[in-house]
């Protein structure tokens, strides 16, 4: 029994993700997600109190996936170079991997929820990111920024690019990715 409330939660969530990421927040509404995930309306409101706490679920674990792909690809004893090629090469590979997940970001912090989290200063996943450019200005290899402006220019043209490679007007290879966080790096460092 508990693998098949697993299934549905996850299958609503997935449902929601994707149809969130195709006509955005506010053009999802519950019934659509039910039918797309194969269930009843009143299902989803058995897993999520309403279509806000849904949202949140979505962006949680959407953001553990970016935080698991910078733990992963982070290791302290490599010079912060190194370090920033490997995580933003990984990232951008996740978001072309991943792509009704990306979009569905896009659509949350474009909106009232990514507002809303980012004035309460609850992002957890950047923690990871803010400790590692601290790191970088620390040994003064990366530019004296707000850490916003860092960000801004690591992660914005990943997904702009991502988006684009997804919709088919730019191809992201091997070659083109490298030379990407290349250019990103070139942005920030010192």
Known sequence: MEKQQTDKRTAIMQAAMELIA????HGTPTSQIAQKAGIGVGTIYRYFKDKDELIGAIHEQVHGQFVETFIENYAPQQPVRENYLRIFTALIRLFIANPFEIKFIEQFYNS????AKKRAQEVECEKPLFAFFNQGKDQQVIKDLPFEILLGLSLGPL?????DHLNGFVDLNDQT???LVGANWDAIKR
């Open 112 to 115: 009232p929820y990514g507002v």
């Open 177 to 179: 990715i490298a030379a």
């Open 159 to 163: 997904i702009f690019l991502a988006r």
């Open 22 to 25: 195709e006509q955005g927040l």
